[in-house]
């Protein structure tokens, strides 16, 4: 294997246990092994990749789900390796730590862009070539056509709103310099490194669920499992019907070239 692509499709099926045609067209990326699960529930499809560093599950509508781990080595290794597939548009569905009161938890955050605090796309790109997603329909359908999809049980009035959108990753000491609404681990990467190989990356869309800010506000386990059980279902449905319905409309998501 001399090049970078030889080496990407051979190593995708080996990380994913999926075989590189049964990759669907729109790729969502997650962190969290229970949507593979709640996916795999839903569509009466099974998970790949059991035991290996990444599973996966795809419907019958040519989408595909993938639990990359946790950490933006890893957002970068699957954003490297999605080369092989060369998907149409990516989708990132994260949890974040909220930064401000506008980001409650339960909220959702559609980044702008993301500052690069990560250390990880360092490797990639100079430090000053922003982290955004691509130009594409994803962000704006998301961003405009943010309402609870029907079937999804009710969650009050704080759904009500459209996602909050900001900025998604820093480091803490300059947060409030920063202006600052969210910190994760992933998105930084992912905007980087799909930029470097080109791939369509719609975006991130951020469930907030802590308040790190607050000792109060840190994560537990107690608290996430409450979080997991309350909005995990809204998440996925809403990432689900948007990249399903770009594939539908056959949708172009732009690349950005800066």
């Known amino acids: 294997m001399k090049t970078k692509l030889e080496i990407a499709r051979d190593w995708l099926p080996r990380y994913t246990g999926t075989p590189l045609e049964g990759l669907g067209e729109h790729i969502l990326l997650t962190n969290f092994f229970n949507y593979l699960v709640k996916i795999s529930q839903r569509f009466d499809t099974p998970i790949l990749g059991e035991g ?75 430090p000053e ?61 992912v905007f980087i490194v799909g930029h470097v190989n080109q791939i369509p990356r719609g975006g991130a869309l951020l469930l907030v669920s802590d308040a790190p800010m607050t000792p109060e506000g840190i994560k537990t386990q107690e608290s996430d499992k409450a979080v997991t059980a309350r909005y995990t279902d809204l998440h996925l449905d809403i990432g689900i019907r948007a990249m399903t319905e770009i594939g539908q409309r056959g949708e172009e998501i732009k690349h950005f070239g800066y």
């Open 129 to 189: 070539v922003p982290a955004l997603p691509s130009v594409q329909a994803p962000q704006v359908r998301l961003e405009h056509g943010f309402a609870v999809p029907s079937g999804v049980p009710d969650r009050g009035d704080l759904h009500d709103e459209p996602p909050r959108l900001g900025v998604g990753e820093q480091f803490r000491e300059r947060l409030r310099l920063l202006s600052a609404i969210g910190i994760d681990m992933e998105t930084a990467t």
């Open 52 to 126: 290996g560093p990444m599973q996966t599950v795809t419907n019958t509508d040519g989408l595909t789900l993938v639990n990359f781990g946790m950490g933006s080595a890893n957002a970068a290794t699957i954003m490297d390796l999605l080369v092989a597939c060369k998907p149409r548009g990516v989708l990132f569905l994260g949890k974040c730590g909220g930064l401000k009161r506008s980001a409650e938890i339960g909220r959702f955050i559609l980044p702008i862009t993301a500052i690069r605090g990560e250390g990880t796309s360092n490797d990639y790109t100079p």
